[in-house]
């Protein structure tokens, strides 16, 4: 039985349908939903994290990247509840958004993780590498991968 379900979502297109199908799961199993999003880091060398300028542009920037976050998470809530889905939370996290993903899917007991792809082609997803592939292979819960 499904009674934790982790989304994730970036608001892309291919999350946006993540959402409207981790809802509906949520709604149909009467599971409890929660809406992850992932900031990801900024790539400095920690030697320029600490030049005062650079230091108060990544502090600036954390604070937009937190709001456009919110915002984020604010409309996929709307969607989730639309949806039928009445227990959902948020969270979000930074780094990675892979290991972000599996983490937060470990720590909170999580028992299906819904994420969107793009689609890319073999090729380019192995080179590239891949999220929700990630996810997929890393993972101790059950994956529902979304096109």
């Known amino acids: 039985m499904i009674k934790k379900i982790l989304v994730a979502t970036d608001a892309s297109a291919a999350s946006d349908r993540a959402v409207d199908e981790a809802a509906y799961l ?31 542009f990544a502090n600036t920037r954390e604070d937009v990247l937190r709001q456009v976050a919110e915002n984020i998470l604010l409309e996929a809530v709307e969607k989730a509840k639309a949806s039928g889905a009445i227990k959902v939370q948020t969270a979000i996290g930074s780094g990675d958004p892979a290991t972000s993903v599996i983490g937060f899917a470990k720590r909170r007991n999580i028992d299906t993780i819904v994420v969107g792809t793009r689609g890319l082609s073999k090729v380019k997803g192995l080179f590239m590498g891949s999220v929700s592939r990630k996810i997929v292979n890393n993972a101790e819960a059950n994956c529902l991968i979304v096109r």
């Open 26 to 56: 949520a709604s149909t199993h009467e599971a409890e939903l929660l809406i992850l999003h992932v900031i990801r880091d900024m790539q400095l060398p920690s030697k320029m994290k600490k030049v005062p300028e650079i230091e108060a």
